[in-house]
């Protein structure tokens, strides 16, 4: 895939499926360390494989890549530093309709992998699209400085109040979430008051 080619975000849910990771090292462990976070199933292939990857919950053969087993896999991430085996692992996964990312080779990959920041259930995800990965890293620990805990109070306020809206038989989707998120919610549960946020939302929803 070139560089400049549009790309559309999407979250893959991976829970229960198989993922290969091709590649022992740092970079392969990184990538390991995500997938599992994601309950995927994930099977690794290396040369040498990392201690820090035999010590995830995953499978791992110290081995060569063999070409047509991307086939055997959902999602396919190539962490190596070899452009042959970066490109043997895409064309195998174009040929299956699997979709594979090459870390750090956009050229070989069908998928990018965004910089990752996560608290709770909230996933932010920071891509330059390939230009920069380096750029994607610093905006994601940006993100991370800000996304505190009472972010996932916050969600699950939200989340709640959803839920009840929506078993009284009316629709969420008309309500004006946007004034309850600007109306200080954030600030009150900072401030340790979680209920008086909960009443300031359903005003500002009562009131939409």
């Known amino acids: 895939m070139a560089v400049d080619v549009p790309v559309y975000p999407v979250n ?6 198989r993922c290969l990771v091709v590649g022992g090292g740092a970079v392969a462990a990184r990538k390991v360390e995500g997938l599992v976070a994601a309950e995927a199933v994930v099977h690794v292939v290396g ?8 010590a995830q919950p995953v499978t791992w053969e110290e081995r060569a890549y063999r070409r047509g087993e991307a086939a055997d896999y959902r999602l396919v991430v190539s962490a190596t530093d070899d452009p042959a085996v970066n490109r043997a692992v895409f064309e195998d996964g174009e040929a299956a309709g699997v979709w594979v990312n090459a870390a750090d080779d956009p050229a070989n990959c069908s998928v990018i992998l965004p910089a990752v920041s996560r608290r709770g259930p909230i996933v932010v995800a920071v ?20 996304l505190g805990p009472e972010y996932e ?6 989340s709640e109040e959803r839920d009840a809206i929506r078993a009284s038989g ?10 309850a998120l600007d109306s200080e ?3 009150l549960i900072r401030a ?5 946020a909960r009443e300031r939302l ?3 929803l009562s009131s939409s």
């Open 12 to 17: 893959l849910i991976v829970r229960g499926r």
């Open 47 to 54: 040369v040498i494989v990392a201690d820090a990857i035999k």
């Open 127 to 146: 891509s330059t699209g390939g230009h920069s990965p380096a750029l994607s890293a610093w905006l994601r620990r940006r993100i991370d400085g800000e």
């Open 153 to 158: 109070v916050l969600v699950q306020l939200l």
């Open 170 to 179: 009316r629709s969420a989707e008309d309500l004006d979430w946007q004034k």
């Open 185 to 187: 919610m954030l600030e």
């Open 192 to 196: 340790g008051q979680v209920e008086q």
């Open 202 to 204: 359903q005003a500002c």
